[in-house]
């Protein structure tokens, strides 16, 4: 649970500041999950701290939304390929992915 606001951290993604009056604050909650490996064992514990982003205010808090999510015919055919070219296929991780676009607002969790 210590890693993630640990990365937030030292990635500068956020600072800790006093609330100032009139903002609105966006809440959040974290999210605990544990990743099983096949034969039952604990791989690892997961702790995500999710922002509740639809306690915003449509022209309050912000002007737009946008969420990039991946069409299944996107992944379907991204998975067809290595099959029909023989091609190994490799599967990863990345950690804090998110942490990678910019944000152009202030918003205060």
């Not at 946008?66 to 992944?75: D, E, N, Q, R």
Request: aromatic share 14%; with cysteine.
């Amino acid at each position: 649970m210590n890693e993630e606001p640990a990365t937030f951290q030292r990635t500068h993604t956020w600072n800790l500041v006093p609330l100032p009056l009139g903002a609105n604050p966006v809440s959040c909650k974290w999210i605990y999950k544990i990743k099983i490996k096949s034969d039952g064992s604990v791989e690892r514990y997961m702790a995500r701290l999710f922002a509740w982003g639809f306690t915003q205010k449509y022209d309050i808090d912000c002007e737009e939304t946008f969420a990039p999510v991946a069409k299944m015919t996107s992944i379907r055919t991204f998975l067809a390929l290595p099959v029909a070219c023989h091609c190994p296929l490799y599967q990863m991780d990345v950690k804090n992915a998110f942490l990678n676009g910019d944000l152009f607002a202030v918003v205060y969790i």
